[in-house]
């Protein structure tokens, strides 16, 4: 049964590694699309 205990963790380590690989494409596209200070957020002014 170790096996079986260890084996979740990894699935999910690679689950995150893909999601986080997911955002990154993703945030890639949007600057090479709109460049990066169309990307950048303004700061609130007070």
């Not at 049964?1 to 986080?20: L, S």
């Not at 596209?29 to 700061?43: F, L, P």
Request: hydrophobic share 40%; no cysteine.
């Amino acid at each position: 049964m170790a096996v079986m205990q260890n084996a979740q963790p990894n699935i999910r380590a690679a689950a995150k590694e893909a999601e986080r690989e997911r955002i990154v494409q993703a945030a890639a596209r949007a600057i090479r699309h709109s460049g990066y200070d169309a990307t950048e957020r303004e700061s609130p002014t007070s």
